[in-house]
């Protein structure tokens, strides 16, 4: 162990303070700010509240908390069986799939926006109007970090040899992946819904430039421009919910692996 | 094993290709394609105005935006992630900084316009505590809703997620290179000139060109900040398909969005080259 | 392969003085006192966790001792940082550059030290040579195998011409068979070059094959140190007694400087009970079985090692030992047989019960 010098100790430490510095003041501006009233400066909880009252903002708000929870079913209907397939049935397309998966990394949201409004017209015309139709682009976007987070979890079990034992124990296709491999990639299919979830609360683009005014970014920017309190506390409120989704996926881990263990 | 056996397994893979298909390729190729049309028939009109001078000063801002957010968002995160990779896994500093990195690196464009102005805007916090403390006015003309502005909060986003990126790089500078360095008669400089520096050196640049190519390609945070003109390549195409200033220029957008993939992808391309040789020394 | 070398130009005496490292409750190191000689080879033996490789790491100037003396020649080294020392160490795996090719790794502390490239080169090209590795200078190290990034790693730490190579379990990390192969590789060049050595290893078969001498070390202290055929005859403790070679433990009575045991009048080791009842810890290859006359005991099984035959007995008052015999003699034996155990060593180690 080589010891570092005095010297830099000093350093270090002012580096975290001057980092947390940094990072944790725009975090208590937004509490700041949300909580004070504009015109007077003195601390209010209005703008809080009308993350209740307002009927626009709730409604926007459940709106979207709905359309994490449909990405999430999708995209996990849509990659975990695929996912699982290459492994048990196709490994030469593991790197096809994993390049396409990727993909969105390199085609930036905005370009698939300005190309996606034919598609989007066929969706309407099936599907109808409402917002929840964003949830066929949502699975795109948040393809590479769901990709990713399965990907670790598969590649953390030997998938291929628990299929195996489970067929030779007579169990179906439908077994094994729900019964078998599905309740040893929890980490992976947590991880994945994390990333959905904050991306989908967080997503304007689409919903700006596709015009879907009934999602909760595209309302807390349209208040923004009248009533800055209160589009702050929704962001701030959007941040805390991801953050406490965060532990919450972080300790039902810990007790699943301790769980394990035992 | 007849021919249609082989293909069987295959078979399972058609409901995600096919979802690929519709959802991501054939926007793709839609905005390729209608970067060569104008009225509906072939035509290089819009790809030759991306060589206009207001559309190159657009680029060029983007890729400067871009740039100077990348840069300075790499060598901060590189030297917090320096701070914290000497500390075992189970220090208190380092797991708060590895899950800080996780969170903030997914705050999204949204909330992060929204932090910027509730902290340096018109009203902003910090804005009236120095006015009320020390008398400066630094909201000015309102820089933080202009380039300046864009790249600060841009760094904000930057350094959480080159952290997220280079840890594990650093992580892979094994003790014995040094212990073996520092035996052969190496001073800290030396070992840090001659053998970490060359090691780190692909997995930084790759870093930082990722750095890029998500500044590059980042939409809301600017959508929100700046409501008025297009500096950047992504609010002009906002502005081509809602038709505020032109109308019915919706080949231009195109042609601006296919602009964009033609960089992101360069950018990638050589991100992904860097990538396999810091992870061959890297291992 | 253990010949004493003759005085070394190149070598250097080594002096560690009763050193002591704690690391929290941990002691690690529990005032180590040992004296190297010039061109000469020691090998630290030890279980994990009994401070061979904390002495290595403290010699090197890696670690930091809490009390005692280092030094090097007739210099004081205890304070001197880790990279004015010279001395060449070879870690356990993954010490190469991974960027530089082989020859620049070789090269790397000759470039620290200023010499110009073609000097350096030259030199680097020279112990390739020296190790065997001549045609891989321009390979990288991801291109070698284990065995063959170790014979650079040692290049590497020769190319200085160091006081002092240190060698940290080098062979841990590699197949058996590359084991065996380096071991007297790595002997070969030291007696070439005649560098001052120290080994450090947890597997004594190493340890007995290479060194001038073995230190055996346990919780900390060096329970004996002395030339191989020594340690494994007469060891001092019970714990190198057992921890070096098989031991079988045969019930002995002991007085007036001899034990009985199975019949026979054996001198005592030193460090011995002096009277009374005891263990007596004796070698297999000491023991002798015979099919014929007065029987003391029955063969349970016989394992065929090739040259050699290990031959477990059940002795008539139910102890178990294990023989080591001539494969011609074990042939015959079978499963059950009445059979005679005698033992015919030059002297046991007998301790407490």
Not at chain 1, 86 to 115: D, H, K, M, N, Y
Not at chain 2, 49 to 67: D, R, Y
Not at chain 3, 14 to 42: C, F, H, I, K, Q
Not at chain 3, 98 to 122: C, E, I, S, W, Y
């Amino acid at each position: 162990m080589i010891r570092e010098s005095g010297r830099f100790r000093v350093v270090r430490y002012v580096a975290y303070v001057v980092f947390g510095l940094f990072f944790l003041l725009p975090l208590y501006s937004m509490l700041d700010f949300s909580t004070r009233d504009v015109a007077t400066g003195a601390r209010t909880g209005k703008a809080w509240a009308a993350l209740v009252q307002d009927e626009v903002l709730r409604a926007s708000i459940v709106t979207s908390i709905l359309l994490a929870v449909l990405t999430t079913v999708l995209m996990l209907a849509l990659l975990v069986p695929t996912m699982i397939w290459v492994r048990l049935r196709v490994p030469q397309a593991s790197r096809l799939i994993e390049f396409l998966c990727l993909l969105p990394l390199t085609i930036p949201p905005l370009v698939i926006v300005v190309g996606i409004s034919n598609v989007y017209a066929w969706v309407s015309y099936l599907f109808g109007n409402s917002a929840y139709t964003l949830t066929f682009v949502y699975v795109v976007l948040v393809l590479p970090y769901s990709y990713r987070a399965i990907d670790s979890a598969l590649s953390s079990i030997n998938v291929v040899t628990l299929a195996e034992a489970a067929r030779s124990l007579g169990a179906g296709w439908s077994t094994v992946i729900l019964r078998v491999i599905l309740p040893n990639i929890t980490s992976g299919v947590t991880n994945a819904t994390f990333v959905t979830v904050a991306l989908v609360l967080g997503e304007y683009t689409f919903t700006s430039l596709l015009n879907f005014p009934q999602t909760m970014p595209y309302v807390i920017a349209a208040i923004g421009k009248s009533d800055a309190p209160v589009s702050v506390a929704a962001a701030l409120g959007s941040l805390i919910f991801a953050t406490l989704l965060l532990l919450l996926f972080s300790l039902l881990g810990r007790r699943n692996r301790s769980a394990k263990e035992a | 094993m007849s021919k249609l056996s082989k293909a069987a397994p295959w078979a399972g893979l058609l409901p995600f290709m096919i979802y690929l298909v519709v959802f991501l390729l054939a926007p793709t190729i839609t905005v390729v394609v209608g970067a060569f049309q104008e009225d509906g028939r072939f035509s290089l009109v819009n790809v030759n105005e991306l060589f206009s001078s207001t559309l190159l000063t657009v680029l060029w801002k983007s890729v400067l935006l871009s740039g100077v957010s990348a840069i300075v968002g790499a060598v901060l995160g590189a030297f917090l992630s320096y701070l914290i990779v000497t500390r075992p896994a189970t220090s208190v500093v380092r797991r708060v900084v590895t899950a800080a990195a996780g969170v903030l690196a997914q705050f999204g464009g949204l909330s992060l316009a929204f932090a910027f102005i509730a902290t340096l805007g018109f009203s902003g916090i910090v804005t009236k505590a120095v006015s009320s403390s020390l008398g400066l006015d630094i909201y000015g003309n309102g820089w933080i809703y202009a380039l300046p502005g864009l790249t600060l909060v841009y760094t904000y986003f930057q350094i959480p997620l080159m952290v997220i990126v280079f840890l594990p790089a650093l992580d892979g500078v094994r003790p014995q290179w040094r212990e073996a360095a520092v035996s052969l008669g190496a001073s800290t400089w030396q070992y840090w000139r001659q053998v970490a520096a060359p090691l780190l050196t692909p997995a930084f640049l790759g870093a930082l060109l990722l750095l890029f190519a998500n500044a590059f390609a980042a939409y809301a945070t600017a959508a929100i900040l700046v409501s008025q003109g297009q500096p950047i390549t992504p609010l002009f195409i906002r502005a081509a398909l809602n038709s505020e200033v032109m109308l019915g220029r919706q080949n231009l957008a195109f042609a601006l969005a296919f602009e964009m993939v033609i960089v992101v992808s360069i950018v990638m391309a050589a991100y992904a080259l860097l990538l396999r040789r810091a992870s061959r020394w890297l291992r | 392969m253990t010949t004493a070398p003759e005085a070394s130009s190149t070598g250097v005496g080594v002096s560690l003085v009763d050193l002591r490292r704690t690391y929290g409750t941990l002691n690690a190191l529990d005032g180590l006192s040992l004296e190297m000689a010039p061109g000469e080879m020691v090998v630290l033996l030890g279980p994990s966790g009994c401070g061979k490789t904390t002495a290595l790491r403290i010699l090197a100037g890696l670690d930091r001792a809490d009390a005692g003396e280092v030094r090097v020649g007739d210099k004081e080294m205890t304070h001197v940082p880790a990279n004015k020392r010279d001395m060449g160490m070879v870690f356990q795996a993954y010490s190469l550059f991974p960027h530089m090719t082989v020859r620049d790794n070789v090269a790397f502390g000759l470039r620290l030290r200023g010499q110009d490239k073609g000097k350096r080169l030259k030199r680097a090209d020279d112990m390739l040579e020296l190790v065997g590795l001549a045609k891989f200078a321009n390979r990288f190290a991801h291109q070698l195998s284990g065995g063959q990034q170790q014979r650079v790693a040692l290049a590497r730490a020769l190319a200085i011409e160091p006081a002092v190579l240190l060698l940290d379990e080098p062979l841990s990390a590699l197949d058996a068979k590359v084991r065996v192969q380096l071991r007297d590789e790595i002997r070969r060049v030291q007696l070439d070059v005649g560098t001052t050595t120290l080994f450090v290893t947890h597997d004594q078969e190493e340890a007995l094959a290479v060194a001038d001498r073995v230190g055996v070390m346990n919780a900390g202290r060096l329970d004996q140190i002395a030339p191989p055929t020594e340690l494994y005859a007469r060891p001092a403790t019970r714990f190198v007694a057992e921890f070096v070679g098989l031991s079988n433990r045969l019930a002995a009575d002991v007085s007036g400087g001899g034990a009985t045991l199975l019949g026979t009048r054996v001198p005592l080791l030193d460090g011995s009970v002096e009277s009374g009842a005891g263990h007596a810890l004796v070698r297999p290859e000491a023991l002798a079985v015979a099919a014929d006359g007065e029987t003391n005991a029955r063969v349970v099984s016989v394992a065929f090692l090739g040259p050699i035959s290990r031959v477990q007995c059940r002795l008539d008052d139910d102890q178990i030992v294990i023989a080591q015999v001539a494969s011609a003699v074990a042939a015959h034996l079978v499963q059950d047989q009445p059979v005679r155990v005698d033992v015919s060593a030059d002297a046991v180690l007998v301790v407490p019960d």
